[in-house]
């Protein structure tokens, strides 16, 4: 019986998987630093990291990165917002 490859998660891949990593860059800073996100398994569960130019490149070739591109916002959602926008922000 096959598969239909349209199917919701057709092509998922039933397990986590870590050798896979990502990275999404964010921004690139004049002082050579770059702000990245960077995931192991799953694309969608990242931590926010920061490294300079040189130590980034050595960071990616030695993890072998699948680098992403840029997502756009989620619909606005409020409830999405990352640690770099809140630095210097009071919460009450």
Not at 26 to 51: H, K, N, Q, S, Y
Not at 61 to 84: C, E, I, P, Q, Y
């Amino acid at each position: 019986m096959a598969t239909d490859p349209t199917a919701p998660g057709a092509g998922r891949r039933d397990r986590f998987d870590p050798s896979r990593k990502f990275v999404r860059v964010r921004t690139l800073r004049p002082d050579r630093f770059i702000e990245f996100d960077f995931a192991i398994g799953e694309p969608e569960i990242f931590v926010e990291m920061i490294l300079h130019a040189d130590a980034f490149d050595d960071f990616c070739a030695m993890n072998a990165v699948t680098f992403l591109t840029d997502k756009a916002a989620s619909g606005g959602d409020a409830g999405h917002w990352r640690l770099s926008e809140a630095s210097g922000r009071q919460f009450k």
